[in-house]
């Protein structure tokens, strides 16, 4: 069973233009988040993260926002760049973030220039 | 810098053969983890461990055995290698919970 689904396998979006990438999880324990970038033969990069007692956190160009009923978060892109063509994982965990992650698939994000 | 490094980037092994992969970091991060990666899958949890001597099953243990004898490394250990470990395996650090996890570059093991 699925706990965390990224139901997009990919997105293109033009460069300049704003990307969304989206995350649902089922498991109501989860209440750390986490987002991921992935370049191909490279390991994974930390981009953001958001605890469930907030609702978005803002670093940069990337915002996550959590809707805690509805069991869902979104990754903006604001404005989207060409460097930001790769898979992009959304990943939660429970305890605190105390346990390992619990990844979704996997979105690979395309940029149009 | 956070670096975590993967002792081998390409790996192939025989079936039946027992396989170590060897991760270390270098900034005292206290918890290390292991994940295997495969197409349409995404990451799993294979083991980790919050410190030294200790370790947990992930969501994906069997066929794998761990070892944590210092710090800042942390061994997965292929007891009988078996086609379907075919993958690419990533190791993680991270200073305590809730902070970000930190991986190193992966290596792709084949076993024939």
């Known amino acids: 069973d699925q706990q965390v689904k990224q139901n997009s396998p990919s997105l293109s979006v033009q460069e300049g233009r704003i990307s969304i990438l989206n995350c649902d999880y089922t498991?109501?324990?989860?209440?750390?988040f986490l987002w991921y970038k992935k370049y191909p033969a490279e390991g994974p990069t930390f981009l953001i993260s958001?605890?469930?007692?907030?609702d978005k956190n803002e670093d940069g160009r990337f915002t996550v926002f959590l809707n805690k009923s509805a069991k869902h978060l979104s990754l903006h892109i604001v404005p989207s760049q060409p460097g930001d063509s790769a898979v992009y994982f959304c990943?939660?965990?429970?305890?605190?973030?105390?346990?390992?992650?619990?990844f979704g698939k996997g979105t690979h994000l395309i940029i149009q220039p | 810098d956070v670096k975590v490094t993967q002792s081998s980037r390409y790996l192939v092994k025989r079936t039946g053969e027992k396989v170590f992969l060897e991760c270390v970091q270098d900034?005292?991060?206290?918890?290390m983890f292991w994940y295997r990666q495969d197409p349409g899958l995404g990451l799993r949890l294979i083991y980790f461990?919050?410190?030294?001597?200790?370790?947990e099953k992930g969501d994906i243990p069997e066929g794998y055995s761990v070892s944590r004898e210092k710090k800042e490394r942390f061994s997965l250990i292929l007891e009988s290698a078996s086609t379907n470990q075919t993958s690419m395996y990533l190791c993680a650090s991270r200073l305590s919970a809730p902070y970000e996890q930190y991986f190193g570059p992966g290596t792709r093991l084949t076993v024939t």
């Open positions: 498991n109501s324990m989860f209440d750390y």
């Open positions: 990943a939660a965990s429970s305890g605190g973030g105390a346990d390992g992650l619990t």
């Open positions: 958001i605890s469930s007692i907030k």
């Open positions: 461990s919050y410190d030294v001597k200790m370790k």
């Open positions: 900034m005292d991060h206290e918890n």
